[in-house]
């Protein structure tokens, strides 16, 4: 993520809002971190905004869109936003 950085400036630069979708994140509850009780998985979860946040430092936070939806059936999705 941290070569991302430059790209994200860009954006933000050009006048844009950067979107960070991580839709892997909010699945991984269900998935791979299924066995993990509610506060591990926000530990992992925790680390996993790190490296986004630490690519996106320089532009304000007012600016960035973060969204980390996941589709755990065909009727509901999870929603989370760190």
């Avoid at 532009?59 to 996941?70: C, D, L, N, S, T």
């Amino acid at each position: 993520m941290s070569a991302m950085r430059f790209e994200y400036e860009a954006i933000a630069a050009a006048g844009f809002d950067p979107q960070v979708d991580r839709p892997d994140l909010a699945m991984g509850r269900h998935i791979q971190y299924a066995s993990f009780d509610l506060p591990e998985f926000r530990k992992r979860a925790t680390k996993h905004a790190e490296a986004p946040n630490h690519a996106l430092r320089n532009i304000p936070a007012e600016r960035v869109r973060r969204q980390y939806i996941g589709a755990t059936t065909k009727a509901r999705a999870a929603t989370m936003f760190l």
